[in-house]
């Protein structure tokens, strides 16, 4: 019997011993981060820039792939369905917690299939109007909303994008009604706007402020709670409407599957918060209209589940389902 006590005691050790050295090899091979759009998008861009000194500071590879299809559901499947080694992260944006709201094709669910590695920051859209327009200000443009119902109409990427939640949200805080026009994505919206198609579009800040300082567009407010670097002295919807408690901005950030262990998630969020805190990093992230806003990955699991709740709730009121 001691024997056997002896032996199962050793082979427990044993174990452990193996499993420790296999935690304290990661990464002994690279690691993907999986961006499920296609390249040349924020979401896109923003993981390339913490691709490299991620690589540099574990010295193994990073590599940047792209699954795009399905609004995001093919890569963040791909993922929520890969081991959970530390080899394979998902870099997410609002579609992450929204789509599963208003696509039948996104069968995940952002709290249970995943677990945060970190955020990085928000990017605020910009409330655009064409110079044209006879909204000098922001309650000039709903004050005709309440005149004409329906008659204000607004771009967007389509159904669950920030440019929608932006207009939804701010139709029913106001007590207005705003007509969506959804298109491919923002660059087609934002050309209608440009000719005067369209009344209006929260468009995002890196976009629109070419075309504001070029006189192209006017704009109205930026759509997130903290006025935006990028557009020094605008309003915020809050602000500009009187309307507190109004907040949307794109958010960025990484996750991994859900089983992750603790040990895997608290290394790669410490070395996700220090490349965040480099200078250079720092400046690149800016130069996309990013408010930095760096998370742990807990606090970003956290931001993410309250950023899914307060969505289902404006969706059901607009009563959107998913289709």
Do not use: C
Request: charged letters at 15%.
């Amino acid at each position: 019997m001691k024997i056997a006590r002896s032996l199962l005691v050793g082979t427990l050790a044993l174990g452990l011993a193996q499993a420790a050295t296999a935690a304290g090899a990661w990464p002994d091979r690279p690691i993907r981060i999986i961006v499920p759009f296609t390249a040349g998008g924020i979401v896109d861009s923003v993981a390339r820039i913490v691709a490299q000194p991620l690589s540099q500071r574990l010295g193994q590879p990073v590599i940047v792939e792209n699954k795009a299809g399905a609004g995001g559901a093919i890569g963040t499947e791909a993922v929520a369905k890969a081991p959970p080694d530390g080899y394979t992260l998902l870099a997410v944006s609002p579609a992450h917690s929204v789509q599963p709201l208003v696509s039948k094709a996104a069968r995940w669910n952002p709290m249970r299939d995943f677990r945060g590695i970190a955020g990085v920051g928000i990017v605020p859209n910009a409330v655009v109007v064409s110079p044209g327009s006879p909204a000098k200000t922001l309650p000039d443009l709903l004050a005709q909303a309440r005149a004409q119902p329906g008659s204000v109409t607004y771009g967007t990427a389509g159904l669950g994008t920030s440019n929608h939640l932006s207009g939804e949200l701010l139709a029913q805080m106001a007590g207005v009604t705003l007509t969506q026009v959804p298109y491919k994505g923002q660059p087609e919206a934002m050309n209608d706007l440009l000719a005067g198609r369209i009344s209006m579009m929260p468009l995002t800040s890196a976009l629109a402020a070419p075309q504001i300082r070029d006189g192209k567009l006017r704009v109205l407010a930026v759509t997130t709670a903290k006025p935006s670097s990028l557009l020094p002295g605008v309003p915020t919807v809050a602000q500009a409407a009187a309307l507190p408690g109004y907040d949307v901005g794109t958010w960025f950030g990484f996750v991994a599957p859900a089983a992750l262990p603790d040990s895997l998630e608290a290394r790669l969020s410490d070395e996700f918060l220090a490349i965040l805190a480099m200078p250079e990093i720092k400046q690149r992230m800016q130069g996309l209209g990013m408010e930095l806003a760096p998370q742990t990955g807990k606090a970003f699991d956290d931001y993410v589940a309250a950023d899914h709740r307060k969505w289902a709730e404006v969706l059901a009121k607009a009563g959107v389902v998913a289709q």
